[in-house]
C-alpha cells in the first residue's frame, strides 16, 4: 500500500509537471507575436476561420507615414515629431486608424509600420472591435526602420506570412526588396497570394532607375511562381513610381522614368494570360492621385501637380474581372495624417 501511494504521489507530480511545461510553453507562443522586433504576427493558427458566407472582399493598401509606437529602442535612423514620444505616436496611430475604420476593408496592406509591436498596440487600441488580426515579418531596411505589414479579417493560410530576399536584375544592377512579404489566402475556393511591398523611394531620381527596376523584376519573378502554381495575384503597397499605362495614367498625366509598372504588370512578356491590371484603371481620372509631394516645402497643397499616383494595388486576371468597386479615399487633409491617400478594390468573390 505504501508502494502504491508513492508511486500515485510520483505519477501526480510528473503530470503536474507536463501541465506546467504546457502552460508556459503556450503562454510564449501566444505572446511572441506581440514582442518589439518579433519576427511574425500574433500567431492565430488556433482559431477557426470559415469563408463559406463571405461573398466579397475589400482590399485597400495605405502608406501610414511613420506608424511606430514612441517606445525605445525606436528603430531606423529617421526623425519626426512622434519618435520617441508615445503619447504623440499614439495620436498620429488614433489618426491612422480613423481611416481604416472609415473604409472597414476586410485585407489592409499597410506601410511604413515600425514592426509587429506597434502594429498590435494599433489594432488592439484603436481597431479592437474590428476583427482584424495583424502580421508583420521583419524587413531588412535599417535605415528608415520601415517595414510592411498585414491587418486581415481573414486569417491566411497556414496563420502565417512570409517574405522573400531574391534579387531583381536590370541593367548590370542586382537588388533584393528589403520591404515585402506575402501571404496565401483561400477564400471558397478562390485561392491568391498577396504580396505587399515598399520600393525605393524618389521617382524621378534617374541614380534610382536601375535599383528599383531590378526591385520590381523580383517581386514579378516572385509573382509569376506564384500563377504558374495556380494563384490569383494581388501586388500591392507604395511602388515609388508611376503607371503610364493609358487606363491607368494619373490624374495629370505623371510618366515614369522607368519601366518598373510595365514589367510588372506584363508578368511574363511571353503570356497575355498572366498580365496584372492595375485597380486605378477603374477609377475616373480626375480621382487618379495617391500622394502628396511638398514639393516647394511651402506647407501648402500646390494642386495639382504636387499630387500624384505612386500608390498601386495590381490584380491578376482572374480576380480584375470581379472588381465591383474601387476608389482612392480622398476623405482628409494629407498633411495632418499621412501624405498618402489609401487605394480600395473591392471583388465579389461567389
Not at 489618426?95 to 489594432?123: F, S
Not at 487606363?247 to 518598373?260: A, E, F, Y
Not at 514639393?295 to 491578376?316: F, V
Request: charged share 25%; net charge negative.
Amino acid at each position: 500500500m505504501i508502494m502504491e501511494k508513492k508511486l500515485l504521489k510520483a505519477a501526480s507530480v510528473f503530470i503536474g509537471i507536463l501541465i506546467l511545461v504546457f502552460v508556459v510553453d503556450w503562454g510564449r507562443d501566444s505572446i511572441q507575436g506581440i514582442q518589439k522586433g518579433s519576427v511574425e504576427g500574433v500567431k492565430t493558427t488556433e482559431v477557426q476561420n470559415s469563408t463559406d458566407t463571405i461573398s466579397s472582399i475589400t482590399i485597400m493598401t495605405l502608406n501610414a507615414k511613420l506608424l511606430w509606437d514612441g517606445l525605445a529602442p525606436e528603430e531606423g535612423r529617421l526623425e519626426f515629431p512622434w519618435k520617441g514620444d508615445e503619447t504623440k505616436a499614439r495620436e498620429h496611430m488614433k489618426k491612422v486608424a480613423e481611416i481604416i475604420r472609415k473604409e472597414n476593408p476586410d485585407i489592409v496592406n499597410l506601410v511604413e509600420v515600425e514592426n509587429i509591436h506597434a502594429l498590435t498596440v494599433l489594432n488592439n487600441t484603436f481597431l479592437k472591435d474590428l476583427g482584424y488580426y495583424p502580421y508583420l515579418v521583419n524587413g531588412r531596411d535599417t535605415y528608415t526602420g520601415q517595414d510592411v505589414a498585414l491587418l486581415t479579417k481573414i486569417i491566411p493560410e497556414g496563420g502565417k506570412i512570409y517574405r522573400d530576399d531574391r534579387e531583381g536584375i536590370s541593367a548590370d544592377t542586382e537588388k533584393s526588396v528589403s520591404k515585402n512579404y506575402y501571404a496565401y489566402f483561400n477564400i471558397n475556393d478562390m485561392r491568391f497570394v498577396l504580396i505587399g511591398i515598399h520600393f525605393l523611394a524618389e521617382p524621378l531620381n534617374t541614380a534610382r532607375i536601375n535599383e528599383r527596376q531590378a526591385q520590381a523584376d523580383a517581386i514579378r519573378s516572385l509573382a509569376i511562381e506564384f500563377w504558374n502554381k495556380g494563384y490569383q495575384v494581388v501586388i500591392a503597397g507604395d511602388f515609388n513610381d508611376f503607371d503610364d499605362d493609358a487606363k491607368s495614367l494619373d490624374h495629370i498625366g505623371s510618366t515614369p522614368i522607368t519601366n518598373v509598372l510595365a514589367n510588372m504588370r506584363a508578368m511574363d512578356s511571353g503570356i497575355l494570360a498572366d498580365d496584372l491590371t492595375n485597380i486605378a484603371s477603374f477609377i475616373p481620372k480626375p480621382e487618379r492621385y495617391t500622394a502628396f509631394y511638398d514639393k516647394n516645402s511651402n506647407g501648402k497643397i500646390d494642386a495639382p501637380k504636387e499630387l500624384t499616383s505612386i500608390d498601386h494595388i495590381l490584380l491578376s486576371s482572374g480576380l480584375a474581372s470581379r472588381v465591383t468597386s474601387a476608389e482612392i479615399a480622398h476623405t482628409y487633409d494629407p498633411k495632418d495624417v499621412s501624405d498618402h491617400f489609401p487605394v480600395v478594390a473591392q471583388l465579389r468573390i461567389q
